[in-house]
């Protein structure tokens, strides 16, 4: 059983800077051999892709609306990623969700098993 716990949420000036914490655990699980995505959910509006990152070279693979002001990292000893997110706009306001999968396409929502429970991230303007 895998446990994805995130954390780092809160509310900030448009502008301003948040980094996320997904934390991971279950029995021999290790984020070294899976790879992590971020993804939101505003409200009404679908599930969407925000980034991730393979275990097999490290790839990143980021939304175009985030690109340049978001990174996505893993330390895979502290079993934890992370989601740096910089230049914050109203419209990056979501429940911000880790998910994790052995193997797939990077920015496929539908490939990912397992989930957090979410953190919300709310953006002021």
């Known amino acids: 059983q895998v446990q994805l716990v995130e954390s780092g949420g809160g509310l900030v000036q448009a502008g301003g800077s948040l980094r996320l914490s997904c934390a991971a655990s279950?029995?021999?699980?290790?984020?070294?051999?899976?790879?992590m995505g971020w993804f939101r959910q505003a409200p009404g509006k679908e599930r969407e892709f925000v980034a991730a990152i393979s275990w097999r070279d490290g790839t990143t693979d980021y939304a175009d609306s985030v690109k340049g002001r978001f990174t996505i990292s893993r330390d895979n000893p502290l079993n934890t990623v992370y989601l740096q997110m910089n230049s914050l706009k109203p419209e990056d306001t979501a429940l911000y969700y880790c998910?994790?999968?052995?193997?797939?396409?990077?920015?496929?929502?539908?490939?990912?098993?397992?989930w957090g429970q979410g953190t919300q991230v709310t953006v002021s303007s």
């Open positions: 998910a994790a999968v052995r193997w797939g396409t990077l920015s496929d929502r539908k490939g990912y098993g397992n």
């Open positions: 279950g029995q021999f699980f290790t984020i070294g051999i899976y790879q």
